[in-house]
């Protein structure tokens, strides 16, 4: 069943080459077609290749993030929607904390957890988003508050990837944690670039590593439900 709806990967592979010929090009009239079409591809395989577990609190949580994630897509296309923008992909993590969580052999026991091993697997994450943080913050004015809200979220979508180490099989884990990290990076870039200090070839850095980190959560999701029902 996790081969039907291949299609729909055409059409994100499609919309992503697209989308960055037009970005390349500047042709920011089209890209109001072709961004949005590069989630709506990856949506549509995701629900058709996953109706066996049609209603579960997983596939809607990971609908649910693709499609705050098209929102948010449109929306950032318009300077002056930012802060919607900003909100949508927001959901979008809370989404995918959701599911990751939903994708773990194990249940969370808090008597077992050791906090400062953990804390010290994470330290690196922290210490990224914390330094782009520091860079930002003086260009921030009236978005300090959401974006620091954003940022903390991020943080806790990527260290609950990492957390699903052990938990679920090594593909889904390292597509997901990967796809994370690329999430992070690809944010980071965005933020560096609109309240640091422009970077050459921007656009091309925060969609590449978009399209991928998109492309690999949904796929790690789904090597999870293959290695559960073999």
Known sequence: MYRKGIVWLYLFLLAAIADMAFLTQGETQLRYISKPLIVTGLLLYFLTSTRSIKGSILRKSV??????????????LFPNLFLYGLGAFLMTHVCFIIAFKLTQNQGFNPMAVNFVRTFFFNLPIYISAAFVYFLIRKNLQDLQ??????IMVIVMMVTMARERFGRTNAASFWQVFLGAILFLISDSILALNRFFQPIEDAGVLIMGTYMMAQLLIVMGIRSHLVAVKK
Do not use: C, E, K, Q
């Open 63 to 76: 609908a649910a993030g693709l499609l705050f994630s098209i929102a948010g897509d449109t929306l950032l």
């Open 145 to 150: 508050v959401p974006v620091v809200i954003y």
